[in-house]
């Protein structure tokens, strides 16, 4: 079965750390690319970091760089998310996300996409004293 | 940096057609991509690319753009279409390949 299941996630005091972990299973986890997102209780969508399928090519969101790692391990299946100095503002629900991308060229000029298509369920992080 | 707006809640008759909006400069030049979140779910990708349904989406869902909009319709809508929409597309600055909008709340009345 094609899956991510997130695990790691639980309750922290503030300026502590946690690791979180993705498995991966039922596809070729070293030919995509990579995203964690998060959803703070009540809240949006919004995206926390990025890795490339080599591992080589990384990005944060402003709110979490310098604080947050992500990295991976394709022998492992896995990928996985460092996640220290935490702040009551990191509470919510921690996705790992499939990438895929493509481009729909007509007249001359490309126009590219990305889009996940394949989330876990997610694991909960708690920031609290 | 980029930022994609979307309005907050939208309502729609059962069985009518309605259009969710996501608006963004980085929208000119990238195609998003749209989610459906169920209370206590996962996203869900029901959109992406010029207007591409994932295998298992109803072709109830299309998508389109123009400018700076992307949208997302559901023609006929269904009482299981309640759901929060998300758009995604790529923001414009190369340290934040990705965003989000803030999300639709749509009800099917």
């Known amino acids: 079965e094609v899956q991510l299941v997130e695990s790691g996630g639980g309750l922290v005091q503030p300026g502590g750390s946690l690791r979180l972990s993705c498995a991966a299973s039922g596809f070729t986890f070293s030919s995509y690319e990579m995203n964690w997102v998060r959803q703070a209780p009540g809240k949006g969508l919004e995206w926390v970091s990025y890795?490339?399928?080599?591992?080589?090519?990384?990005y944060y969101a402003d709110s979490v760089k310098g604080r947050f790692t992500i990295s991976r391990d394709n022998a492992k299946n896995s990928l996985y998310l460092l996640m220290n100095s935490l702040r009551a503002e990191d509470t919510g629900v921690y996705y790992c996300?499939?990438?895929?991308?493509?481009?729909?060229?007509?007249?001359?000029?490309?126009?590219?996409?990305?889009?996940?298509?394949?989330w876990g369920r997610g694991t909960l992080v708690t920031v609290s004293s | 940096s980029s930022e994609l707006t979307q309005d907050p809640a939208v309502s729609v008759a059962l069985g009518q057609t309605v259009r969710i909006t996501c608006q963004g400069d980085s929208l000119r030049n990238y195609y998003a991509s749209w989610y459906q979140q169920k209370p206590g779910q996962a996203p869900v990708l029901v959109i992406y690319?010029?207007?591409n349904r994932p295998s298992g989406i109803p072709d109830r869902f299309s998508g389109s753009s123009s400018g700076n909009t992307a949208s997302l319709t559901i023609t006929g809508a269904q009482a299981e279409d309640e759901a929060d929409y998300y758009c995604?597309?790529?923001?414009?600055?190369?340290?934040?390949?990705?965003?989000f909008g803030g999300g639709t709340k749509l009800t099917v009345l």
């Open positions: 690319g010029k207007n």
């Open positions: 996300a499939r990438e895929g991308s493509g481009g729909y060229c007509s007249g001359g000029r490309c126009t590219h996409y990305w889009y996940f298509d394949l």
């Open positions: 890795i490339s399928s080599s591992g080589s090519t990384i």
């Open positions: 995604n597309s790529r923001d414009s600055s190369a340290d934040h390949p990705r965003v």
